[in-house]
């Protein structure tokens, strides 16, 4: 009499090992994406609690060149003061980080003048000082 085998019949030992391994690696392999989309998940969060940690403010300011100092890489400005509509002079600080952009195009510090409107963002720090980041430019309107 032959020893009852829990394999269907026909089925080597070679087989179900086979089979076997072939499970463990389609467990690691989904495991394996499964981590990876944590991890993906987990980087914005980080940068979202970054920025809530900070003590920096993003800014989107609509304001009016007034000077260019080239050699401080800094900008005056004038805008308007949220909740107020008072004008203010302010200036704010470029480096070699700030993308500018006017009319559309890439640009540099020295494509902006005098006159022009612009938008920026920028960080402000403990002291006040404005770090720009982004700034959007279109050339004055003719009077």
């Keep these: 009499m032959a020893e009852p085998?829990?394999?269907?019949?026909?089925?080597?030992?070679?087989?179900?090992l086979i089979l076997i391994l072939l499970g463990v690696v389609l467990y690691l392999v989904l495991q394996l994406q499964f981590t990876m989309r944590e991890i993906a998940q987990e980087e914005p969060l980080k940068q979202m609690?970054?920025?809530?940690e900070s003590p920096v403010i993003d800014l989107g300011i609509a304001a009016k060149i007034l000077k260019i100092d080239s050699e401080k890489q800094t900008v005056e400005i004038e805008r308007k003061r949220r909740g107020t509509g008072d004008r203010v002079k302010q200036t704010i600080l470029f480096s070699a980080d700030t993308v500018i952009t006017i009319a559309g195009q890439p640009g540099k510090l020295a494509d902006l003048k005098?006159?022009?409107n612009i938008r920026y963002r920028g960080t402000i720090d403990?002291?006040?000082?404005?770090?720009?980041?982004r700034v959007t430019a279109q050339p004055p309107v003719p009077n």
Excluded: C, F
């Design 49 to 52: 609690q970054a920025q809530i």
């Design 126 to 133: 403990e002291e006040g000082l404005t770090a720009t980041k």
């Design 114 to 116: 005098e006159g022009m």
């Design 5 to 16: 085998t829990n394999r269907p019949q026909g089925t080597s030992l070679l087989q179900v």
